[in-house]
T-cell receptor
Framework: EADIYQTPRYLVIGTGKKITLECSQT?????MYWYQQDPGMELHLIHY???????EKGDLSSESTVSRIRTEHFPLTLESARPSHTSQYLC??????????FGPGTRLLVL | GENVEQHPSTLSVQEGDSAVIKCTYS??????FPWYKQELGKRPQLIID?????GEKKDQRIAVTLNKTAKHFSLHITETQPEDSAVYFC??????????????FGQGTTLQVKP
């Protein structure tokens, strides 16, 4: 089934750990996005990609990095997690001029 | 750059009443305007969208209107039900600006429908 997947769904981790949030989509979309969102609050774009080997920083400064080696895969990495990184991270993908779909999100808690 | 302002930030209505959420955008080249609904603990999901070549679109109890001259668009929900309670986000997209391909989201409106 065509969808967008995120793992893990929930993550509790200690300060200073390196983490990678996975995002995959099976719709063949070129455009993929990462948003940071506190519960019920604004969607903040932190990274986006227009295709393989294309990545850009979003509107909200983030200490995370992303990569896009395959069309369907857009992982986000935090080299050293801090309590300020506690939030929900939503991945999304979109075909040109078409609907943007969101993944189910990863809820991150950094202790 | 492109900016989208959304009002109100919170809206409380009685079941059966109508709810209206308004958004204004800054980039006159914007041509695609989706609305997303995000229920508690869930992902945002598209509920309706409109393109700049039409002024209004309806889908059962929801409708969206677009005023290109004034650069604003609105979401209308009629006969509200408790299950309409959620956070609603508007967005705009332009094919020509530096934001090509990106949806610019409004700040969100928390709608509460009281039984």
């Amino acid at each position: 089934e065509a969808d967008i997947y995120q793992t893990p769904r929930y993550l509790v981790i200690g300060t200073g750990k390196k983490i990678t949030l996975e995002c995959s989509q099976t719709m063949g979309h070129d455009k993929m996005y990462w948003y940071q969102q506190d519960p019920g609050m604004e969607l903040h774009l932190i990274h986006y990609s227009y295709g393989v080997n294309s990545t850009e920083k979003g509107d909200l400064s983030s200490e995370s990095t992303v990569s896009r080696i395959r069309t369907e895969h857009f992982p986000l990495t935090l080299e050293s997690a801090r309590p300020s990184h506690t939030s929900q991270y939503l991945c999304a993908s979109r075909a040109p001029g078409e609907t943007q779909y969101f993944g189910p999100g990863t809820r991150l808690l950094v202790l | 750059g492109e900016n989208v302002e959304q009002h109100p930030s919170t809206l409380s209505v009685q079941e059966g009443d109508s709810a209206v959420i308004k958004c204004t955008y800054s980039d006159s080249a914007s041509n695609y305007f989706p609305w997303y609904k995000q229920e508690l603990g869930k992902r945002p999901q598209l509920i309706i969208d409109i393109r700049s070549n039409v002024g209004e679109k309806k889908d059962q109890r929801i409708a969206v209107t677009l005023n290109k001259t004034a650069k604003h668009f609105s979401l209308h929900i009629t006969e509200t039900q408790p299950e309409d309670s959620a956070v609603y986000f508007c967005a705009a997209s332009s094919p020509f600006s530096s934001n090509t391909g990106k949806l610019i989201f409004g700040q969100g409106t928390t709608l509460q429908v009281k039984p």
